[in-house]
């Protein structure tokens, strides 16, 4: 049985078929944030390293920007939010490509480690699929789900 802390913990996430992901996704889309956090997490868990506070940082500042946009586009006040929106959206993109940059070189760690046959092609692959966000996040479910769980 289940208990509730492992349920909290999310690392079920990458367990998930890819077509259960899916779904999950659709219905509810701030999953693939906390799946994107759990492959980062999980990936320097298996490599024995520490949290990478920079790691953390950039994507705080993303799931900040991501709130910003989403409740300022929501309220409609007089103020001219150009600059505030050109400056959110950068910090936004900057911090998301770190991100997605450092798990992509982590999975890549992980598979060299593991001798499988990977190659720089496939990590700038994935790095260009987890760019692409829900879409990428399904494609990579079954691959990353092998990395990180030994299955």
């Known amino acids: 049985m289940i208990n509730s802390k492992e349920i909290i913990k999310f690392n079920w996430l990458t367990k998930m078929s890819t077509s259960s992901l899916f779904l999950l996704m659709v219905l509810f889309p701030p999953t693939f944030l906390i799946w994107f956090f759990k492959i980062g997490q999980l990936s320097e868990r298996q490599l024995h390293k520490r949290p990478d506070f920079f790691f953390r940082l950039m994507y705080a500042i993303f799931i900040l920007g991501c709130t ?46 593991k001798k499988t046959n990977s190659n720089i092609a496939e990590a700038l692959g994935r790095f260009i699929l987890l760019s692409t966000l829900v879409f990428g996040a399904i494609l990579l479910q079954k691959r990353l789900s092998l990395i990180l769980n030994d299955e």
């Open 68 to 113: 910003f946009l989403i409740v300022f586009s929501t309220i409609n006040l007089d103020f001219n939010f150009d600059i505030y929106f050109q400056f959110v959206f950068w910090s936004m993109f900057i911090s998301f490509m770190y991100c997605d940059f450092y798990v992509t070189r982590l999975t890549y760690l992980i598979e060299i480690d």
